[in-house]
């Protein structure tokens, strides 16, 4: 740790811990009750049980997000936070929204729209943490005097994520038009600027794992970006198929929609490149794979499995299944989940009292139970979707009599889904296992400065 004022992200990470912990115990839950009987029918019935694990997974990966930045920023700027105080208050509000916000879905308080139900209260407060957020990274960068592409992309991605939420503040009365205004948050966040701030994050690991160029990295930036804006925006029209707009918006949205890997297979190749040319010799091997595994799985999932799908003709009979969760569950994870934990994992060392900095066996046993756990839900809920679209929409078979012919694919989920909990079991016990640290370990540094295998 360069700087003193980059202890904060321990807190953030420690929150994101918490509740991507929560969140698994609600998703499990989900999913035993396609099994039935649900002894919790009355208490925690299953469309609370969703909300509250769909929710978590937006919450703890922004938690995320912010601790990653926090953590970035003054190694980027080469300077101290600008308002410590300002961080651990930002964390404070961000931390009892998201608490008050669950107990309110426990008791059916929020507005219905999925994945943004929070009410308005809470809304408002998100707002605020994302102003003080942008604030005082903005006034960090600007002290410095130093700014790096790497910092004005994951800036920009975090200011258009905060934009962009704007819509899901409204209200409308309109069913069809809330679905309708709720894309322009939900997919331009998580296949749009959120690919930014993935980019930006993969790009600080690459720099200082593997010791690459970081104007070579930095080019490939420039290219996530152009990417995002072409296709990712255009590509929200996927989203439009059944909401009634006009017919052109369906070539439009699977033209666009398959262009969107693009973006993905450029980051893919750019973090093998990197690798390769280095020789994988940086000591912090455990961050290592879970950098390269988040680009891999995200091709997977985010890639292959979203172009699977999306195409118009494919998606009409897809649409609303569980092939779209199939491709939401490797999708998220790889793309958001595995980068925060690549940034977790790389900053640990630094963070921590005794942790090893390439990483413990508990670690290691973690990235491997999560990968394989995530493989077998994806493929469960595959099958599971493949039998569903044919029962359902080519049988014409009802729901209820679809979903009992294809139990036993949720039982290969919950399976795979225990082994992918305990994954991330290992990794929170490990996480929190070595005490914090608050005090100054590393000297300042020049970027690309590689001996004897650690950046210096």
């Given at each position: 740790?360069?700087?003193?004022?980059?202890?904060?992200?321990?807190?953030?990470?420690?929150?994101?811990?918490?509740?991507?912990?929560?969140?698994?115990?609600?998703?499990?839950?989900?999913?035993?009750?396609?099994?039935?009987?649900?002894?919790?029918?009355?208490?925690?019935?299953?469309?609370?049980?969703?909300?509250?694990?769909?929710?978590?997974?937006?919450?703890?990966?922004?938690?995320?997000?912010?601790?990653?930045?926090?953590?970035?920023?003054?190694?980027?700027?080469?300077?101290?936070?600008?308002?410590?105080?300002?961080?651990?208050?930002?964390?404070?509000?961000?931390?009892?929204?998201?608490?008050?916000?669950?107990?309110g879905y426990l008791f059916r308080y929020g507005t219905g729209n999925?994945?943004?139900?929070?009410?308005?209260?809470?809304?408002?407060?998100?707002?605020?943490?994302?102003?003080?957020?942008?604030?005082?990274?903005?006034?960090?960068?600007?002290?410095?005097?130093?700014?790096?592409?790497?910092?004005?992309?994951?800036?920009?991605?975090?200011?258009?994520?905060?934009?962009?939420?704007?819509?899901?503040?409204?209200?409308?009365?309109?069913?069809?038009?809330?679905?309708?205004?709720?894309w322009w948050t939900i997919h331009l966040w998580v296949e749009g600027?959120?690919?930014?701030?993935?980019?930006?994050?993969?790009?600080?690991?690459?720099?200082?794992?593997?010791?690459?160029?970081?104007?070579?990295?930095?080019?490939?930036?420039?290219?996530?970006?152009?990417?995002?804006?072409?296709?990712?925006?255009?590509?929200?029209?996927?989203?439009?198929?059944?909401?009634?707009?006009?017919?052109?918006?369906?070539?439009?949205?699977?033209?666009?929609?398959?262009?969107?890997?693009?973006?993905?297979?450029?980051?893919?190749?750019?973090?093998?490149?990197?690798?390769?040319?280095?020789?994988?010799?940086?000591?912090?091997?455990?961050?290592?794979?879970?950098?390269?595994?988040?680009?891999?799985?995200?091709?997977?999932?985010?890639?292959?499995?979203?172009?699977?799908?999306?195409?118009?003709?494919?998606?009409?009979?897809?649409?609303?299944?569980?092939?779209?969760?199939?491709?939401?569950?490797?999708?998220?994870?790889?793309?958001?989940?595995?980068?925060?934990?690549?940034?977790?994992?790389?900053?640990?060392?630094?963070?921590?009292?005794?942790?090893?900095?390439?990483?413990?066996?508990?670690?290691?046993?973690?990235?491997?139970?999560?990968?394989?756990?995530?493989?077998?839900?994806?493929?469960?809920?595959?099958?599971?979707?493949?039998?569903?679209?044919?029962?359902?929409?080519?049988?014409?078979?009802?729901?209820?009599?679809?979903?009992?012919?294809?139990?036993?694919?949720?039982?290969?989920?919950?399976?795979?889904?225990?082994?992918?909990?305990?994954?991330?079991?290992?990794?929170?016990?490990?996480?929190?296992?070595?005490?914090?640290?608050?005090?100054?370990?590393?000297?300042?540094?020049?970027?690309?400065?590689?001996?004897?295998?650690?950046?210096?």
């Amino acid at each position: 740790m360069r700087y003193k004022s980059q202890s904060v992200a321990y807190w953030y990470f420690a929150v994101a811990m918490v509740l991507f912990g929560l969140q698994l115990v609600f998703g499990l839950l989900s999913a035993t009750k396609y099994l039935g009987p649900d002894p919790l029918l009355y208490i925690l019935p299953f469309d609370v049980t969703k909300v509250i694990h769909t929710n978590l997974l937006i919450v703890w990966v922004l938690t995320g997000f912010m601790g990653a930045t926090y953590w970035l920023i003054p190694d980027e700027s080469r300077t101290e936070l600008h308002s410590v105080k300002l961080a651990y208050i930002q964390l404070i509000l961000w931390t009892l929204m998201g608490v008050t916000a669950i107990i309110g879905y426990l008791f059916r308080y929020g507005t219905g729209n999925k994945l943004l139900e929070q009410p308005l209260p809470h809304k408002l407060v998100i707002v605020v943490c994302m102003l003080i957020f942008i604030y005082n990274i903005g006034m960090t960068i600007r002290k410095s005097g130093r700014f790096t592409t790497t910092e004005g992309v994951l800036l920009l991605g975090i200011v258009s994520s905060a934009v962009l939420f704007v819509p899901a503040l409204l209200h409308y009365e309109n069913y069809t038009v809330s679905i309708f205004y709720r894309w322009w948050t939900i997919h331009l966040w998580v296949e749009g600027v959120w690919m930014m701030i993935m980019g930006a994050f993969l790009a600080y690991l690459l720099i200082r794992l593997s010791g690459a160029d970081r104007e070579v990295m930095e080019k490939w930036l420039y290219v996530i970006v152009g990417l995002v804006f072409l296709a990712g925006i255009l590509g929200t029209a996927h989203h439009y198929y059944w909401v009634g707009v006009p017919y052109y918006w369906l070539p439009i949205g699977g033209f666009f929609s398959a262009l969107e890997p693009l973006a993905i297979v450029g980051m893919a190749m750019y973090a093998y490149g990197a690798m390769r040319r280095a020789g994988l010799s940086h000591p912090n091997v455990l961050a290592l794979h879970w950098t390269l595994g988040s680009t891999i799985f995200t091709l997977f999932g985010a890639g292959l499995l979203g172009l699977a799908h999306t195409w118009p003709s494919i998606n009409k009979w897809t649409h609303g299944t569980l092939i779209t969760a199939m491709h939401g569950h490797a999708a998220f994870y790889g793309a958001y989940a595995m980068i925060t934990l690549a940034m977790i994992s790389y900053a640990l060392p630094s963070l921590t009292h005794g942790r090893p900095e390439k990483g413990s066996s508990i670690g290691y046993w973690s990235f491997w139970l999560q990968l394989g756990g995530m493989f077998g839900m994806t493929i469960s809920f595959a099958t599971a979707g493949i039998g569903q679209v044919y029962l359902e929409r080519i049988m014409g078979m009802g729901y209820l009599d679809a979903q009992l012919k294809i139990q036993i694919h949720f039982v290969m989920l919950i399976i795979c889904g225990s082994i992918f909990a305990t994954g991330v079991g290992l990794f929170i016990f490990d996480f929190f296992r070595y005490r914090p640290r608050f005090e100054v370990t590393e000297p300042e540094v020049r970027d690309n400065e590689v001996a004897v295998g650690r950046v210096v």
